[in-house]
């Protein structure tokens, strides 16, 4: 089974600029998910889809960042200006339960996106 | 507010010796709980679950204990190996299938 599959790997940007980032889940995984993770710190949920509606974004940036999965399949995640705090690896993740049974997150290699 | 603590944010271990990974919760409704195993410019891997109704569960070299009553939980990892080398994340959910992530310890198995 393919993985998840992220673009770009690395991204610099000048802050105030806008950047997006790409996402393909494993196919057939209906849950996707946009992480952030800071330097040092654990994965933050940013935004949960469920096919192709939004579950959860209490935790995102609303002014400034934006997120779309278009047809429940792919998904892109904007930021849109940038700001020096932004500077992490954005995660997605996708997910399936089988059996009842949630077998946890299969995550993407992620985008480390650095802003100067 | 931190509900998912990894309080040693490093650990070494020499190989062959068991490595113990340790995580706190503080919400009481966290009934699912993961371990992700995290190399550099990678993505986290999934390792090992354990649902609030057991109180370990064991796969291969790898074991998960949950304490519900102290709100805490380990990974143990015997023998260590090399390989084992990486970041570990414990993360927990309360029905939604949203995790919540620990800051992370990483392990250095030395040779």
């Known amino acids: 089974e393919a993985g998840v599959a992220q673009s770009p790997r690395y991204k610099i940007i000048e802050k105030r600029q806008s950047v997006a980032f790409w996402c393909n889940p494993i196919s057939g995984h209906a849950t996707l998910y946009w992480y952030q993770q800071i330097l040092g710190q654990g994965p933050k949920l940013l935004i949960q889809f469920q096919n192709n509606g939004v579950v959860d974004d209490s935790q995102l940036p609303k002014d400034r960042f934006s997120a779309e999965r278009l047809k429940g399949v792919d998904s892109t995640l904007k930021i849109q200006p940038a700001k020096l705090e932004d500077s992490a690896v954005y995660l997605c993740?996708?997910?399936?339960?089988?059996?009842?049974?949630?077998?946890?997150?299969?995550f993407g290699s992620g985008t480390r996106l650095t802003v100067v | 507010d931190q509900q998912v603590k990894q309080n040693s944010p490093s650990l070494s271990v020499q190989e062959g010796r068991i490595s113990i990974l340790n995580c706190d919760y503080t919400?009481?409704?966290?009934?699912?709980f993961l371990w992700y195993k995290k190399y550099p410019a990678e993505g986290p891997t999934f390792l090992i679950s354990i649902s609030s109704i057991k109180d370990k569960n064991e796969d291969g070299r790898f074991t998960v204990f949950l304490n519900k009553s102290a709100k805490h939980l380990s990974l143990h990892i015997v023998p260590s190996q090399p390989g084992d080398s990486a970041v570990y994340f414990c993360a927990a959910s309360s029905g939604t299938y949203k995790y919540i992530f620990g800051t992370g310890t990483r392990l250095k198995v030395l040779a």
């Open positions: 993740a996708s997910s399936s339960y089988r059996d009842g049974s949630n077998y946890g997150y299969t």
């Open positions: 919400n009481s409704m966290f009934d699912y």
